[in-house]
Nanobody, 119 residues
Framework: QVQLAESGGGLVQVGGSLRLSCVAS????????MAWFRQPPGNEREFVAS????????KYADFVKGRFTISRDAAKDTVYIQMNSLKPEDTAIYFC????????????WGQGTQVTVSS
């Protein structure tokens, strides 16, 4: 069982930046993807960005393109998301997720980290 742990959330002002980290408990699969999702208050969880573990470039939701950057440090089993030019609508719980290459659904999820953008 892969466990994912997010960190780096917090309170930031409009236009500010945060970097979230997601550490996997162990390296269990070499192919697949890791991703960030978010759940704004009162809304459904939505996709933010993903990155391939061995191949496949980053993918982003339209509402974060040009502002967020996903990256991965394979040696540390860690995925990051750098969030710049934050807006109040970016306020959400951010979740890290992972899936194997044989799955179309994300099988492993972290507990989430709160990001609050104040105006």
């Amino acid at each position: 069982q892969v466990q994912l742990a997010e960190s780096g959330g917090g309170l930031v002002q409009v236009g500010g930046s945060l970097r979230l980290s997601c550490v996997a408990s162990r390296r269990t699969f070499s192919r697949g993807r890791m991703a960030w999702f978010r759940q704004p208050p009162g809304n459904e969880r939505e996709f933010v960005a993903s990155i391939g573990l061995s191949d496949g470039g980053p993918k982003y939701a339209d509402f974060v393109k040009g502002r967020f950057t996903i990256s991965r440090d394979a040696a540390k089993d860690t995925v990051y998301i750098q969030m710049n030019s934050l807006k109040p609508e970016d306020t959400a719980i951010y979740f890290c997720a992972a899936r194997t290459s044989s799955s179309t659904e994300y099988q492993y999820w972290g507990q989430g980290t709160q990001v609050t953008v104040s105006s």
